[in-house]
């Protein structure tokens, strides 16, 4: 193995370079101001985001195969450091208050770890690496959500978060110890070829398997964990959680039993069809009695996680097309609308949402962003979520699950409802004594205007959709 | 190869009953430690399976033995990270009880 060859991994060496930079950075800075570190750490995560999309794809494994990338896996690593680009555009003012002084470098190596977890977890060839990348994205993850020591419901979101992580790994561990006991190997290529046919022990180490990743997701039998570690964890931290992590399981949730257990297709069709189906009800209608934002916005992301499951359901290029689609989509409204409840968290201390009440008379720019994504998320036409919707829609229609688009059809129309009421709430309902006008700083509306552009540029950009589709086809 | 008498179902029969007394405990139990105690056994059961099934059914290559050394090293990661937020949970509530640790309801 050469230098050129270990160049492979440039996403994860600069992930790596960058957290090894900002440990020693802080020796120079003084504990009590560095703030100054916020931008440096920033300015650097840019350069990497930059640099991802700007260098030739490349494609090839490592480690005996243990590691593979290509066009796709250089996609979602591109996508996930967007939407964690946003995220830490968003926590500045956050990471600038008092409580938080002489631990924000912590957030970022953490942070970083946390990715750097991530795109092994994509670019994995084997299950060992697999399992790697996922512990070193979930572990990091639980310190983050119990980042505030001080607080009573951070800490409790903490152990929340590793206890069911934990457990859901066991779980998922139980299921890859049984496939290895089937075929003998633990690397996908070998596997793919060798786990055929629909006996039983098969169908329980896939479903063994299925329930450890359905546990990340937040897909609906496992989904309790989610609501409390959301509405626990700093409300940056929820953002991160709710779109970053959750898009990077689906990816490569998408690509195992896309590639892995292509000839157990039909198995796997049927367990997903039950869990999307269950999945999109319960969410939306457990959101429904939600007021507090963060609670509303876990289960928003529970329901949307049942719509990804439609384009996973068709097991073909459109839908894993669609999937990508729908993530990017997913990262830049459901940032939109966290952001706006992160501005309004640090200026106020408010999350619920009757107090919300008549925020439009006040803060007229951040209600229209809410508004905004909320309708993204709904799937309203003239912004993003509608297409991204869409295409989920068609996926799961081209293998004719007409029956499924019906029921997220259906869904479609009730999570309409909810997202209205917390419009309604800023816009209609009336309140003595309103949030007041309060001025955001540069950062935040700096990530909000990024979300707004992102929401309206991805939806009419098509050839967006057909890059992706373009890369997609290749495999 | 020395089967040495011990059939392999014996080994998975183990393993399968530790496995689900570790869910069982995870789910019934009060106390967090005990919870991620339930946990190792979860994972001692799964290190089980792989290196029965290397030994026995696979045993020209050591993927199965590598994965188990891989999981126990990475479960003593995940307990020292639980461990340590379940002191800052003590040191807040004064107890790791889970019922007394709950302030968030549906």
Redesign the interface.
Known sequence: MNLHSFLLMRHELMLTGIALLILFIEIFFNEKRNHAIIPICISLFFINTVIGFLLPSHSGTLFGGMYKTGELQILMKNVLNVGVLIVLIQSVKWLKSVENIGKTNEFFIILFSALIGMNFMISSGD??MF??GL?LAT?PM??LA?YE?SK??S??A??KL??SA??S???M??G???I??MT???YFDDISTAFTGSYGLNALALIFFFAGMAFKISLVPFHLWT??VY??APINITSFLSVISKGAAVFILSIILFNVFRSVIVMWQDLIYITAAITMTVGNLFAIRQTNIKRFLAFSSIAQAGFILLGMISGNQIGMTAIIYFVLIYIFSNLGAFGVATAISNATGKETIPEYNGLYKTNPKLSLTMMLSLFSLAGIPPVAGFFGKFFLFTAAASQGFYWLVFIAVVNATISLYYYLLVVKAMFINHNDEPIAYFKSDFYTRLGLLICLVGMFVIGFASNIYEFIFHVVSKI | MSHAGIPLHYFLIVSTIMFFVGVYGFLTRKNLITMLMSIELILNSVNINFVAFNRYLYPDGLHGQFFSIFIIAVAACEAAVAIAIIINIYRRFRTISVEDVSEMKF
Do not use: P, Q, T, W
């Open positions: 299950f060992l399992y790697l512990e572990i639980a310190a119990a020591r009573n419901k800490a409790e903490g152990v590793i206890l934990a457990l790994s066991g779980i561990l139980y890859v110890s049984m290895y006991g003998g190997s633990i609501a409390d509405e626990g």
